[in-house]
Nanobody, 116 residues
Framework: QVQLVESGGGLVQAGGSLRLSCSAS????????MGWYRQAPGKQRELVAT???????NAADSVKGRFTISRDNAKNTVYLQMSSLKPEDTAVYYC??????????WGQGTQVTVSS
């Protein structure tokens, strides 16, 4: 069955760094667009960054220059390197796998908390 398992979340001080990982199985990882989204309390889920099958990336303006998305197709894993973290980055971070309109899968989420 399809699984997206996020890890790497936690509590960090403002200015610190974290690296999130999402290990995928049960679908064709290499052709999927992989993404990270986040949802803060009381807010809608929002895009953080995506990476296409060919490696092209897209990121929200709020994280550009601070967060980097990457993928390792040999390991079926997508990463989110987060640096210069701010309290407003506090949210549950979700991994997403999408391929056209054929599939759209979500992980269970991992909590990131940035203290000031």
């Amino acid at each position: 069955q399809v699984q997206l398992v996020e890890s790497g979340g936690g509590l960090v001080q403002a200015g610190g760094s974290l690296r999130l990982s999402c290990s995928a199985s049960g679908f064709i990882f290499g052709i999927s667009t992989m993404g990270w989204y986040r949802q803060a309390p009381g807010k809608q889920r929002e895009l953080v960054a995506t990476i296409g099958s060919a490696g092209g990336t897209n990121a929200a303006d709020s994280v550009k220059g601070r967060f980097t998305i990457s993928r390792d197709n040999a390991k079926n894993t997508v990463y989110l390197q987060m640096s210069s973290l701010k309290p407003e980055d506090t949210a549950v971070y979700y991994c997403n796998a999408k391929y056209s309109s054929i599939w759209n899968y979500w992980g269970q989420g991992t909590q990131v908390t940035v203290s000031s």
